[in-house]
């Protein structure tokens, strides 16, 4: 497979190449050539089997297919839903009434996003290992993606990552999350300061041409094209299992509703969709930062401030993975994206044609749903069915209630986080603490590990060349 950058100046990649390089020279994200169609698979395939046969076209010619069944194999062992829940990996639970919930946050970090980076850091590592090579990730995070990042890179033979938070303003859970991992490649500073100086420090970092290639400075961010890639196969598996459970064909059409930010997750659906998977409707749930909302729902996107939620890891400014979908609505027209790109960085608005809406709305529906609501939605379903919502998840299902169309076709809400992740919000809403699942137990009892650091570049700098592992 080749893969082609969404603003059609960079050059046509590998996918090792673009594992590697996550954006494109020409500043575009790289989508496959072409979308594979789906592979035929036996009723009772597992979740690494059908992992494996959905994602192959894509790596195909970069790496042999017994090393990335191991890999696949190796990341999704690291899942651990509770015992006798169905399908494996990814379970898919009833809410009543034709709506489901597929559980994507059984990683070891008990969010969505173990899904990719568990696969994505053995990749890496894999293809560093293949081109005698290491990298050094940095990145800044205000929680879950740091946590996932770090679980993903621990013990990696080629890679050392080092993860910046703001010192005292993440939850406990996910400061512990990153801090108690003791493996020596792994690297936590608490930085005095805000999310925003955590990522002014890593933007300056990468700013420095000169630093960039003595470390060999890299990144696991969301645009990575892998990520995506691994997160079709839940879209696939998902449906199947919903399809099973109710005596229909499994590939009868089914409805999915994802509470997104930077539209990684949805865009997957959409891939997943592309290759021939039968989805109705396609429902893109915002929490008040509702970019994707108002662009749905009128054609214009535009850029506003950001306000704090209780879904914190979709308050996001701008959704940088809508351009690959752009890309798609405007028939790959990559001159066309750059022009349009532009004109959005330059006036921070920009209106798509008549037509172009129309075939979005053909495909999509968009909701918002704000914290009272969320808080709303997760009391009455722990009062009516005992079942603990988290407030991301809560964004879905609440628009999925209220966008789909009638009850006869599935509808299936993405579930992100597990409850015990944001316990405050859960417990505001019910009255209930939700327990940490058995793998993460004794996270509170573990010793934490993590230095800190002025808001000050170049202490930074001084800091990530004497940890390098391969310097020590
Ligand atoms: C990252 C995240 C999201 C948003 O994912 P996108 O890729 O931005 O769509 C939603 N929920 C949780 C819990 C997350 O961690």
Known sequence: MKYVSTRGAAPVLEFGDVLLEGLATDGGLYLPE????LPDLAADADYVTIAVEVMWPFVEGSISRDEFAAMVADAYGTFHPPAGSTPDVVPVVDLRDNLWLAEIFWGPTLAFKDIALQLVGRLF???LERRHDRVTIVGATSGDTGSAAIDACRDREHIDIFILH????TSEVQRRQMTTVPSANVHNIAVDGTFDDCQDLVKALFADEGFRREVQLSAVNSINWARVMAQIVYYVTSARAVNQRLGRPLDA???FCVPTGNFGNIFAGFAAMRMGLAIDQLIVASNSNDILTRFFNTGTMDIRGVSPTLSPSMDIQVSSNLERLLFEMSGRDGAGMAELMLRFRSDGSVTVLPDQMAWL???FSAGRYDDDECLALIGERFRDDGILIDPHSAVGVGVAERLRRGTDVPTICLGT???AKFPDAVEQATGQRPPLPDHLA???ERPERFATMADDVETLKAYVRSH????S
């Not at 072409?34 to 169609?37: A, D, G, T, V, Y």
């Open 166 to 169: 703001p010192e005292g303003r």
């Open 253 to 255: 059409p089914v409805n």
């Open 468 to 471: 390098l592992v391969s310097h």
């Open 417 to 419: 986080a597990h409850p």
């Open 442 to 444: 004794d996270l509170f």
């Open 34 to 37: 072409s979308w594979p169609p």
């Open 361 to 363: 709305s053909e495909r």
């Open 125 to 127: 590592d894999h293809e």
